[in-house]
């Protein structure tokens, strides 16, 4: 990891490959050497690992979403509720030490996001955090909140989330259902780094609009695809989804919510940056 991090992909799937040879079904040796091909360009050699992964183990979730990332074969129109809950059960305890490594700024976008709106810091605001992990934007939303409510697939992320005692409720649960169940509940809703397991993002912006008070802001991230913008999105090797300005403007509009998008950088993958959108719309 150390190895790929510095962009030597070559040295790092050497590496992995002797995982592999000592530990022939590690699940995340396998994900990682898959991942390190795509970065060499070795798309067909990742869909191999996939492929082989599959057949040991048919109903493995993260095998089955990312030979579609890697294959184009059978994509999903979103990450499905195992594959997300499985990914970040399994690494959940160091999951803010790894992305604080990767430069990860996506909280901090976000809070910036409605720090810059006419929102002030007297915790008078209903806000819900879609997504929430571990919590890392709780501490930065909470000056702005009356009732601060996370809502998580992961039961280990939501652990975590709840250490950080800053929550008033935190709930297990698909966040699209969770919308869908509100009704001019909030004042404001985030997302951080979570729609980019999201393909049609519509069914998402329509369920927060009436999760939404009137006036109320959802802000979120994704990351940006470079596609023309009529081909909406795309699945990557990384199992992410990226969708280009004018599809997440289209599908806002559509929505009847008000958007300012901004382009930025999200974190680092294998030392380089991951482009992405900030939205902030308000009903």
Not at 104 to 129: C, T
Not at 206 to 227: D, K, M, N, W
Not at 234 to 254: F, K, N, W
Request: charged share 30%; aromatic share 6%; glycine share 6%.
């Amino acid at each position: 990891m150390l190895l790929n991090a510095q962009k030597r992909p070559r040295e790092a799937a050497q590496c992995f490959s002797k995982v592999i040879t000592l530990r022939p079904k590690d699940p995340e040796a396998r994900r990682l050497l898959a991942l390190a091909h795509c970065t060499l360009g070795e798309v067909d050699e990742a869909v191999r690992i996939f492929e082989e992964w599959l057949a040991d183990d048919p109903d493995d979730p993260i095998a089955r979403h990312m030979l579609a990332a890697c294959s184009g074969r059978d994509v999903p129109t979103r990450a499905s509720d195992a594959f997300v809950e499985k990914t970040f059960d399994s690494f959940a305890a160091s999951f803010d030490s790894k992305l604080a490594k990767l430069l990860y700024r996506a909280p901090e976008l976000v809070a910036e996001m409605l720090a810059r709106s006419d929102a002030s810091p007297s915790k008078s605001l209903d806000i819900l955090d879609v997504g929430c992990g571990t919590g890392l934007c709780g501490a930065l939303l909470s000056p702005y909140a009356r009732r601060l409510v996370g809502v998580d697939l992961s039961d280990r992320m939501l652990d975590q989330a709840r250490e950080r005692n800053v929550y008033d409720e935190l709930v297990k649960g698909e966040l699209t259902a969770y919308l869908d169940g509100c009704r001019d509940a909030y004042d404001v809703i985030v997302s951080a780094d979570t729609l980019v397991y999201f393909g049609p993002l519509d069914a998402v912006a329509i369920a927060a609009e009436q999760a939404l008070r009137p006036g109320g802001r959802l802000i979120f991230t994704v990351e940006e695809s470079a596609a023309d913008d009529s081909e909406g999105y795309s699945l990557g090797t990384s199992g992410r989804y990226r969708h280009p300005h004018g599809y997440v403007q289209q599908i806002l509009d559509a929505a009847k919510l008000r958007a300012e998008i901004v382009s930025v950088e999200l974190r680092l993958e294998a030392g380089e940056p991951v482009a992405g959108l900030l939205v902030a719309a308000v009903k």
